[in-house]
């Protein structure tokens, strides 16, 4: 209840704006009573932040079973972490700072969610098995450079569109022309 409480507030209001207050009438309790469960609001926010990511971590990997080929699977991956975050943000602008987690408090919870996701990927392109692997880098070394790209991806993408062309783009060249 506080964690979906705080979670709206958050999207609406973004992170500076929220007052623990606020997230405790939210959640339908008193002050006193929210910081029996929670130090602060950073502790909030990052657990805030650990569900959003376990929970868009978990339908990736649940979602991958369905998709074929390693494209298909690093589409849904880019789908579900880059295209539905930006999708949010657009409709409420505030979320950016959920989505980007640029809070230093939070940093270790990212940096964490990050190399998850980097296994991921890896597992999907060790998969593959392409037939010129020797020449490739290491499956985790391409796992990095798709992860920290598809992060930048949302800050200079011009729109949806373009978001998903990019990803597209950047699948093309991990699975191969033509495999999409």
């Given at each position: 209840m506080i964690l979906d409480a705080a979670f709206d507030a958050f999207i609406r209001h973004g992170?500076?704006?929220?007052?623990m207050g606020e997230i405790a009438r939210a959640a339908?309790?008193?002050?006193?009573?929210l910081y029996l469960e929670f130090a602060n609001k950073e502790d909030i926010f990052t657990a805030v932040l650990r569900r959003y990511s376990d929970d868009l971590l978990s339908e990736i990997q649940a979602g991958l079973k369905a998709r074929n080929t390693p494209a298909d699977q690093l589409m849904f991956v880019c789908d579900i972490w880059v295209v539905r975050p930006f999708e949010m943000v657009q409709q409420a602008?505030?979320?950016q700072e959920l989505t980007d987690a640029g809070h230093a408090f939070a940093s270790g919870l990212i940096a964490q969610v990050h190399q998850r996701l980097e296994r991921i990927?890896?597992?999907?392109v060790t998969n593959a098995g392409s037939p010129s692997a020797s020449a490739m880098?290491?499956?985790?070394?391409?796992a990095h450079v798709m992860v920290t790209a598809i992060h930048g991806f949302k800050d200079?993408?011009?729109?949806?569109?373009?978001l998903k062309r990019l990803c597209a783009d950047l699948v093309s060249l991990i699975a191969g022309p033509g495999s999409r």
């Open positions: 992170f500076r704006r929220v007052t339908g309790m008193s002050r006193p009573a602008p505030d979320a990927v890896a597992e999907i880098p290491s499956a985790a070394s391409i200079h993408a011009q729109d949806l569109a373009d």
